[in-house]
Structure formats: C-alpha cells, structure tokens
C-alpha cells in the first residue's frame, strides 16, 4: 500500500514549500493523513479514471473497489471530487487552494466511501430481492459505524425492514443458517433426501419421525437422509436445546426467519436453497409434513423408474379456486392474484422435485409475487418456468385426508396424512412386523 504522494506532487509541494513552511507543513500532515486511510486506493483510483495517471503498479485495486467506483463514478460527479493538486499555478494562493482542495477531497473521499457501502448495500438488496419490499434507504439513516463495519467486512448493512403485509412474504431475502449441515448431503450422497419443515419446538414430531419412517436409512440399495427445517421461535433455552439435539443427531438445519405459518414460503425457498447449495447431488429431494405417514420402499421404488429433471410430482391440484373469502385460512385477496383458479400445484403435505428444480424454482421465484401460501406459490414458479407437476403413476399414492390404517392399505401408498390422535411409532412397529401385508 503507497504512502507517498507520487512524484508530481511532491515537486509542485517542495517548490512552494520553500516559501510558505507553516503550511506546507499542514499541508503534509493533512496529506500524509489522507494517504495513510483506508480510502487512499479508492481515492487513487479515482485519480487514474480521471486520467490523473499515477504509476499504476502502486495500487493494488480489488475487483470490489472497481466495480463500487464504478457505480461511484456513474452516480455523483461532484465539484469536490476535481482535485486541484494538479494545476501549475504555484504561490500562496494555490498552496491554498491546495489545501483547501485536499480538504475537499477527504471530504469527497469520504463521502465517496459511504456512497459505495450505500449503493453496495441497496445494490445487494436489489440483487437479491429483485422487486421485494426493499426500497434504497437514504445514506444518512445508516449509522456511521455501520458504515465502517461494512467498508471493513465488505459486507453491506442487511437492508430496512418494510413489511409485505399480511398476504406476501419477505422473500427473497438473505436468511442465514444458524444451524446447518453443510457437509453430510456431499459425505453420505443419498439418493434421496427428505426434508420437514417443523417448528423447533416441535421436538415430539421430530421424535416421532425419527423412530418410524425416518429410520430409514437404506432402501432398495439407496440412501435416504430426513433433515428437519426450522425457522426461529422461542428464547436462549430453546435455542440451547435445539443445539444440543443437532449435536445428538446431526439433522438439524435452522435459519434465521422468524417461524410461523405465515412464513411457510420462507421455509420453503430456505430448503430450496439449501438444498441448491448444500445438496445438489442426491438425485431427489421430498417436502414432508411432520404428521405424515410415509412409505419410503414405495417412494424410493417409484423414484428409480422417475424422470430425472424437471421433475415435481405428489398430490397435484387441477383447477382449484382461490379462496376469497376473508375468514379463510387461504384467503388471497383480488389484488394480489386476480385469477379465479390457480395453476397446478403439488399440495403441501408431501411433494418430490428432482435435483434440478431448486435452482429453477429459486431463479423463477425473483418473478412471482411471494404469497404465503407455500405450495401456491411454488405452483405459481413452476408455472413461470413452463413446468407442469406431475401425477404419481398411481392415483392413490398420497392421501390429503387420512387414510383408515391397515397394513394392507399402507403398504400400497407412498404417504397418507395421519389423525391427530393416532399413535405412530405404534403404527410403524405393526406396519414394519415380518409377515404378508395383504
Ligand atoms: C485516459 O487517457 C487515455 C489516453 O491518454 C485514453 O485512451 C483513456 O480512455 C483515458 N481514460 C479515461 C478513463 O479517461
Ligand atoms: C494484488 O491483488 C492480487 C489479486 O487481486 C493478489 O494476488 C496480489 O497478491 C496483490 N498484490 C499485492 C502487492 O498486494
Ligand atoms: C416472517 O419472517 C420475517 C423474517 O424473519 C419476519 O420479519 C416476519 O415478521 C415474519 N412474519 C410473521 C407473520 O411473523
Ligand atoms: C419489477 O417491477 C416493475 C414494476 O413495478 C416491473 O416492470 C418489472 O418487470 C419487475 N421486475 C422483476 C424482475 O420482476
């Protein structure tokens, strides 16, 4: 990193220097200041956009920086940022000017920095969340060690709140894994994954799962992995607990959205983006409810014989009505989605994606308005990317109203919904107990 003013300078300052020592004295402080910050690279290469031309191998520019001046330069030419260093004129005045214009363009220099961090701020939130609830703040409400943070970390400031109402999520936006499994999707390479979304206090359903059909591990010569998906709820405890019950289990994967039913949308992108990042090589994921029944011989078996992309299969919906009465669990009003019906779509309960599909639906979600409806909405962006679900090859393979157990009736479904009441690790003993099942 230079600390030195390049040569011209120096030569124009010694000349006057001999004159007028009080303030080229200041002036060097100032100087020598202004070239020790943090700015001097951005200030510099500004310089040399400006054709001011300094030795270019005495700056070592990131891409970062030029892409920020990049944005800087298109968007304020101010007078302050014209530095005057460079005129001939040589004399009290100009050693003034001088001064005063290396008082500018610390100034500017400054300003310079907090544009940058702004327009990388609004500009990672306009990235992210395309059109979503994220207008550009002024520069001035950003505190300024906020500001700092973000120049030391190149990370800009995460962008205001502005609710979506009580229709539309906040999404996209860039949650963050509090709790993750990075690594056990690329180790264990299962075929399939099963993800359940879950409130984390819900640990009995958790329990549950993973003594029946999430014990699966191993099906037809292919593995099977049930991660659990939650959002936050709840206070240190609870976080301390689900900690340990990641340490015990290893299943765990939290993001940092505020979980509740309205946010199911967010869930859902969540998984899809981790399982984008973190899981692009099993071959099929499956969305499951946590008081599902699932059959994942009939699963993994129908899976084999199942397109490989482009794929998204599980209860498919044709023609169903929006629901416009308020009062309704799925009410979406007229001005959100003014079709009478929405498109197909898989229902919630239980639906698979082959491994190409989380990018898509991720990349189609930037373009549909993210209503809260969770298996609406991926409808909705599977519609945008032109890709119809798909029916199961057998009509009753996944059940949205609970099916009457009997080993018969289980043993030829992939996944039913089951009554509140019903005791299911009971139910997985008798219905995994040798013997014919019809
Ligand atoms: C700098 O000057 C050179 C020629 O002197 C010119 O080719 C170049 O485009 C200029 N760059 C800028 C950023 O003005
Ligand atoms: C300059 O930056 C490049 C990468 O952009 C880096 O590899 C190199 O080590 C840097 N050089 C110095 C002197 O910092
Ligand atoms: C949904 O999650 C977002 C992000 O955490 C949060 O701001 C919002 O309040 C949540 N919605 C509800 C209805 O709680
Ligand atoms: C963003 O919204 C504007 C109008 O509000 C619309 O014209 C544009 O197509 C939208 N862009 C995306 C990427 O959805």
């Known amino acids: 990193m230079a600390t030195r003013p390049p040569a011209d300078h120096r030569r124009l300052w010694t000349g006057s ?23 001097t690279s951005k200030w510099n290469s500004e310089m040399e956009m400006k054709n001011h031309t300094n030795p270019p191998d005495r700056i070592n520019k990131s ?13 304020s030419n101010t007078p302050e940022s014209n530095p005057t260093l460079h005129t001939n004129a040589a004399g009290v005045a100009s050693v003034k000017a001088a001064f005063t214009s290396v008082k500018a363009i610390i100034a500017s220099a400054m300003s310079s920095v907090k544009a940058d961090t702004a327009s990388a701020a609004s500009g990672a939130a306009a990235g992210f969340s395309a059109n979503a609830s994220s207008p550009v703040v002024p520069q001035t409400h950003i505190a300024s060690t906020a500001h700092q943070e973000a120049v030391k970390t190149q990370r800009p400031p995460p962008a205001p709140y502005v609710s979506p109402g009580p229709y539309l999520v906040e999404y996209p936006y860039e949650y963050h894994f509090i709790i993750n499994e990075p690594e056990r999707c690329e180790q264990e390479k299962p075929f399939l994954v099963l993800v359940v979304p879950v409130a984390p206090y819900n640990k009995a359903d958790r329990d549950v799962i993973r003594a029946t059909w999430g014990s699966e591990s191993s099906v037809s010569g292919k593995a099977v992995r049930v991660f659990f998906l939650l959002g936050l709820q709840g206070d240190a405890e609870m976080q301390q607990q689900l900690l340990q019950e990641s340490e015990a289990h290893r299943d765990l994967i939290q993001s940092d959205f505020v979980d509740c039913y309205k946010n199911l949308t967010i869930k859902t992108m969540v998984m899809l983006e981790w399982l984008d990042s973190h899981c692009p090589g099993a071959s099929y994921a499956m969305k499951i409810d946590s008081d599902m029944f699932l059959n994942v011989k009939n699963l993994v078996n129908m899976l084999i014989w199942a397109p490989k992309y482009n794929y998204m299969t599980g209860l498919v919906a044709r023609n169903a009505a929006v629901l416009r009465d308020p009062s309704s669990k799925w009410y979406l009003p007229f001005d959100l989605y003014p079709q009478p019906q929405y498109p197909r779509y898989a229902l919630g309960l239980g639906y698979i994606l082959s491994s190409d599909l989380p990018k898509k639906l991720i990349q189609a979600s930037r373009h549909v308005k993210p209503v809260y409806i969770e298996d609406v909405f991926l409808g909705l962006c599977m519609q945008q990317l032109g890709i119809p679900p798909t029916d199961p090859p057998g009509w009753d393979y996944f059940h949205v109203f609970p099916l009457r157990y009997n080993r018969c009736s289980f043993s030829r479904i992939i996944a039913t919904t089951t009554e509140e009441r019903t005791d299911r690790v009971w139910l997985w003993k008798d219905f995994k107990k040798p013997g014919p099942y019809c």
């Open 17 to 39: 220097c001999r004159r007028h020592g009080l303030i080229c004295l200041m002036i060097f402080v100032v100087a020598y200041l202004f070239y020790s910050t943090k700015t």
């Open 63 to 75: 891409q970062t920086e030029r892409a920020t001046f990049r944005t800087r330069n298109r968007n």
